[in-house]
């Protein structure tokens, strides 16, 4: 009886323990199963970073191309946008230039137009002058000249003025006044009138008035220069000066060249 049962206690006894080591076997190799499966995606994810790391340094030098590139491109464009930066501040000066040029030609030619219509009035004056005169300019009382915008007129003093005088006579009032008809259509011109003499000293009781040709040309051109303004030339435009002898046109020792440089000369000036 006691051996039966002992035996079926041992039967028990190796039951329990194989079913405890199916189990404890069942176990690990769960664990197993899972450590290689741990061990297979390990393998997986380094051969992702493997590949992520081959991309990303790939990205990383198509970046660094890229950088480049555009680093290129900025220093094209900068040089470019310089180049046409020049080009803009180069074209504007050339505008510039060219306006100063422009403007300039432009008074230049405003300033000729002037001249030539100056030197037409002039002309004109110059004609009228002559054709007015042309009776005194014929028998050598007269002489018109017109050089580089100065226009002369040279009248022996016998016309104007008796011997050792001073003040116009009534013949020489009427030759003033034909000149002064010409003379009162001009407005853009000086009028200088200068006295001379020749180089005889004053002497006798002529001298208490006129002590030397100083004063006798003086009082002659101030005397021409009255009238000129009581016939209605604008006196701001008139100058009277004397030479005395110190300018003569010929050679003072014949008496046809003291004559000749016994005269009051009308002279048309441009306005400074």
């Known amino acids: ?30 664990k197993v199963n899972e450590a290689q499966t741990l061990t297979d995606e390990n393998t997986s994810l ?44 180069e074209n504007r000066k050339k505008v510039a230039d060219l306006e100063a040029e422009n403007t300039r030609l432009k008074e230049n030619l405003a300033q000729l137009q002037q001249k030539s ?11 009228d002058l002559v054709q007015e005169m042309k009776a005194e300019v014929a028998k050598g009382e007269i002489t018109i000249t017109e050089l580089k915008g100065k226009l002369t007129m040279d009248v022996v003093d016998k016309i104007l003025f008796a011997s050792g005088e001073a003040k116009v006579k009534k013949e020489g009032l009427a030759v ?27 002497a006798s009781g002529l001298a208490k008035v006129y002590p ?25 435009l008139i100058s009277a000066t004397a030479y005395s002898e110190y300018q003569p046109l010929a050679d003072n020792g014949t008496p046809e060249g ?12 441009p306005k400074e």
């Open 46 to 89: 380094k051969k992702q970073i493997t590949t992520l790391t081959g991309e990303n340094a790939s990205l990383k030098k198509q970046i660094a191309t890229l950088t480049g590139q555009r680093d290129e491109l900025d220093k094209i464009l900068q040089a470019k946008t310089d180049d046409l930066s020049k080009s803009v501040s």
């Open 212 to 236: 030397t040709n100083w004063e006798l040309s003086a009082a002659r051109a101030l005397n021409v220069a009255k009238y000129l303004q009581e016939q209605g030339i604008d006196p701001k």
């Open 117 to 127: 219509q100056e030197a037409e009035a002039q002309s004109n004056t110059y004609k």
């Open 1 to 30: 009886m006691k051996r039966t049962a002992t035996f079926f206690l041992s039967i028990i006894l190796m039951a329990v323990f194989c079913s405890g080591c199916m189990v404890a076997e069942s176990k690990y190799l769960t």
């Open 258 to 269: 003291r004559a000749k440089n016994r005269r009051i000369a009308i002279i048309l000036l």
């Open 176 to 202: 003033l006044k034909r000149v002064v008809d010409v003379l009162k259509n001009v407005t853009d011109k000086n009028i200088r009138i200068e006295g001379h003499t020749d180089n005889v000293q004053i």
